[in-house]
Nanobody
């Protein structure tokens, strides 16, 4: 079965950090571009960042630049999202996803494989 699994979410105080992980089962993640998305309560799912198959990175929210960093560990076949200086408005469910075309994109509609999500809650 082909699936993505996120982990690393939790409850953290404002100003704190979390590192999310994304692993795959049924396929080799390093052969894919991987995007990170989040969905806040009552809002649409939005693209955060993406790392390409060649490890090029893109960020889709100006407010996250400098606080969030996407990276890949090929030895562990894992993609990470390091989140620092967290704010209450960062609260939401965070997903990793792979695009059908292998091209990075911040558009959720272009992703064809999603993890189940991991909850991130930032308290003030």
């Amino acid at each position: 079965q082909v699936q993505l699994v996120e982990s690393g979410g939790g409850l953290v105080q404002a100003g704190g950090s979390l590192r999310l992980s994304c692993v795959a089962s049924g396929f080799i993640l390093e052969h894919y571009s991987v995007g990170w998305f989040r969905q806040a309560p009552g809002k649409e799912r939005e693209g955060i960042s993406c790392i390409s198959r060649s490890d090029g990175v893109s960020y889709y929210e100006d407010s996250l630049k400098g606080r969030f960093t996407v990276s890949r560990d090929r030895g562990k076949d894992t993609v990470y999202l390091q989140m620092n200086s967290l704010k209450p408005e960062d609260t939401g469910i965070y997903y990793c996803a792979t695009p059908a075309t292998h091209r990075c994109s911040g558009r959720a509609s272009l992703m064809d494989n999603w993890g189940q999500g991991t909850q991130v809650t930032v308290s003030s």
